[in-house]
């Protein structure tokens, strides 16, 4: 039995970021590269909080440095590393080690744990959004919000839907072209067979409370290529809990998530997410972080995709429709880390230059600053929007009519800071198909 136990967490050992610790060969790559050292001293850098004191880190002992809670995780520092060392994993890994040994405040605490629970905070909020929109927004509870759990009074907090998209889903008429329906999966179908017919969709937390127009316009463009769409029982991808140290509860997430899409993986059913971050995490975070690496997990990722990943892969197939409409417009593209993290490349880029007339103004920015949880936190607040300038001056540079990004929180923080209204890369492709096409609020 003892052997047994020794076999099993070596393997553990090997899958997890914890093995790349002395693969750092000391280089500070990643150190120059960290958008947040580069604007606060809290934060010596990638390399002195991650492998460098990893390897001081021993079993059931504190983390030596608290200072590892101001990495954003925005994982820069992976994508830079020429030795493959997982530095922002190392990271979450030990802020989760100083959630463990009680290193954080109980108000920190709580207001982390609030922070990392959207599908909890969406469910309270959207039945009551008109309500709820105009409290979060008053000056007031702001103010009682910062003093009171540390949540800056800024920071860019979503504003909820009146209708969630679920409720829009189950609602909308069928038509005989396109039949669209909630459930369980029926047909098998071949591991991706072209053509692909059908597709699961991942909305995640900030599609269903928040911003439910970007999955009304993800179906359009899904069904207006032929593909039909189903929407599994989903919780929060658990991301947020991940980043804010909470492992426990995020297993519990993404165990739910698996078991509720691995019947579609089974039958090649791809899984589509409209959320890079939820994307990614079914993908790579969750399984890494959590050591989850048993053969349904590792199923379900490797049938997920970013849906701008995925409609690339039609257009190359000869699968997309390219029937687009010109969009005379100038707009700033701006890829997220998370994104950028996927190892994709730039997929929305290449899809929305198959549209004519829209000019594509990239961004070089490292990041926007919000990584999620991190730039509504008190102390971290002016560090995020420090860390997001180099994009926001570019915005105000071009002065464009929109801001186009994959991730939501990028999204708010980039209208936060700019002023200017941010959509996702799909909500344009359904502007050049001559889809029905709703403003961002």
């Not at 994982?75 to 890994?93: S, Y």
């Not at 009551?128 to 979060?136: D, E, G, I, S």
């Not at 849906?307 to 000869?318: Q, V």
Request: hydrophobic share 40%.
């Amino acid at each position: 039995m003892d052997n047994v136990r020794t076999e099993e967490h070596t393997l553990t050992y090997l899958f997890s970021p914890d093995a790349t610790v002395d693969y750092c060969i000391k280089c500070n790559i990643c150190v120059t590269a960290c958008p947040v050292a580069a604007v606060t001293d809290r934060f010596p850098g990638p390399k002195y909080a991650g492998p460098q004191a990893g390897r001081f880190r021993m079993p059931d002992q504190p983390t030596p440095d608290a200072s590892v809670d101001y990495c954003s995780g925005c994982r820069v520092c992976n994508m830079v590393c020429p030795a493959g060392v997982k530095i922002a994993e190392l990271n979450a890994r030990a802020r989760a080690d100083m959630v463990r040994d009680g290193r954080f405040s109980w108000r920190a605490r709580l207001r982390n744990n609030l922070l990392a629970r959207p599908e909890l905070l969406g469910k309270l909020g959207r039945p009551v959004a008109p309500l709820a929109n105009r409290l979060l927004n008053h000056p007031l509870a702001r103010w009682a919000a910062q003093l009171t759990l540390g949540i800056h009074r800024r920071a860019p907090l979503p504003q909820f839907s009146r209708e969630s998209f679920r409720a829009w889903f189950k609602g909308r008429v069928q038509s005989e072209k396109s039949k669209v329906q909630i459930s369980t999966p029926h047909s098998p179908i071949s591991n991706l067979q072209s053509p692909i017919s059908t597709i699961a969709y991942f909305h995640g937390c900030s599609t269903e409370y928040y911003e439910a127009r970007v999955g009304r316009a993800a179906v359009r463009v899904l069904e207006h290529n032929g593909i039909r769409v189903e929407v599994p029982r989903q919780n929060c991808c658990g991301l947020p809990l991940l980043s804010n140290g909470e492992f426990e509860a995020a297993r519990a997430y993404h165990r739910r998530n698996v078991r509720a899409l691995v019947a579609y993986a089974r039958q090649g059913i791809p899984i589509v997410g409209t959320s890079t971050s939820c994307t990614l995490t079914l993908k790579e975070e969750a399984p890494e972080l959590l050591d989850m690496h048993d053969e349904d997990t590792q199923l379900v990722a490797a049938h997920t995709y970013d849906i701008s990943e995925f409609l690339l892969m039609l257009w190359e197939r000869g699968q997309l429709r390219t029937d687009f409409q010109p969009v005379p417009m100038r707009v700033v593209y701006h890829p997220p880390c998370q994104y950028r993290a996927h190892r994709l490349g730039l997929p929305a880029l290449e899809l929305l230059s198959l549209i004519p007339e829209l000019e594509i103004v990239e961004s070089d920015a490292a990041c926007c600053g919000i990584a999620g949880t991190y730039g509504y936190k008190a102390e971290k607040y002016d560090i995020a929007m420090s860390v997001g300038k180099p994009l926001f001056d570019l915005v105000a540079d071009v002065t464009p009519p929109l801001v186009v990004c994959d991730s939501e929180t990028c999204r708010w923080q980039i209208t936060h800071a700019t002023g200017v209204k941010s959509v996702h890369p799909v909500e344009i492709l359904a502007r050049a198909y001559g889809l029905n096409v709703e403003e961002p609020v």
